[in-house]
């Protein structure tokens, strides 16, 4: 079975500073990936899609995240935090042939001024 | 390109009442998703459309949620009787294929039980 850990329910960056949200997956088949981000009373937006092509993938909003299958992660990065980047961050994980996409508990991502 | 629409984005009931909810896709989307997203949480599935037709079903609590997709296009998902523990968002998503083809989603229902 697919599952999704994210670690930390809370990360809180400097404007301006890098910001790391971490996401590691459990999949015994290659797996497909997504970051979604959710804004207060929103639904979800896709930002990135790893689909077993290039291990680095660069989305929306300057977003990008680097799946490493020896250390079965898939981390979102942006070098440098904005005011709007302040939300809700999901990873989420399926397969080829899958009934569904498997989302983690969520970052919340704050931003200080 | 119109999004995924949801009505109503807002919904208080009291406890023993029943409750509907709406969705339609995003035109062309044959594959239709309703998720609950507790606080805090991250969305679950409840029910899984290929069509008209609900292919995964096994999350739904069918003793008192109810889902339905006529013609393959809007979906109504309904709770009757509603309990405080159903206060959540309730998501629509939407995508062309299957589970690792994007999915797109409404802006959700928020559901208060009192």
């Known amino acids: 079975a697919q599952s999704v850990t994210q670690l930390g329910s809370h990360v809180s960056v400097s404007e301006g500073a890098l910001v790391l949200l971490r996401c590691n997956y459990s999949?015994?088949?290659?797996?497909?990936l997504f970051w979604y981000v959710q804004y207060p009373n929103q639904g979800l937006q896709l930002l990135l899609k790893?689909?077993?092509?290039?291990?680095l993938v660069k989305g929306i909003n300057g977003f990008e995240a680097e799946f490493k299958k020896s250390e079965t992660s898939f981390h979102l990065t942006k070098p440098s935090a904005h005011m709007s980047d302040a939300a809700e961050y999901f990873c989420?994980?399926?397969?080829?042939?899958?009934?569904?996409?498997?989302f983690g508990q969520g970052t919340r991502l704050t931003i200080n001024p | 390109e119109a999004g995924v629409v949801q009505s109503p984005r807002y919904k208080i009931i009291e406890k023993k009442q029943p409750v509907a909810f709406w969705c339609n896709p995003i035109?062309?989307?044959?594959?239709l998703y309703w998720y609950l997203q507790n606080l805090g949480q991250g969305p679950e599935l409840l029910i899984r459309?290929?069509?008209?037709?609900?292919?995964?079903d096994s999350q739904l609590p069918k003793d008192r949620f109810s889902a339905e997709r006529l013609k393959g296009v809007d979906s109504t998902l309904k709770i009757q009787p509603a309990e405080l523990g159903d206060s959540a968002v309730y998501l629509c998503?939407?995508?062309?294929?299957?589970?690792?083809?994007?999915?797109?989603f409404g802006p959700g229902t928020r559901l208060t039980v009192l």
């Open positions: 989420a994980v399926t397969f080829q042939g899958a009934q569904k996409l498997v």
């Open positions: 999949s015994s088949v290659p797996p497909y």
């Open positions: 790893y689909t077993s092509a290039a291990t």
């Open positions: 035109s062309g989307h044959n594959t």
């Open positions: 459309y290929e069509n008209e037709e609900a292919v995964d």
């Open positions: 998503a939407t995508a062309q294929g299957g589970s690792t083809d994007t999915q797109y």
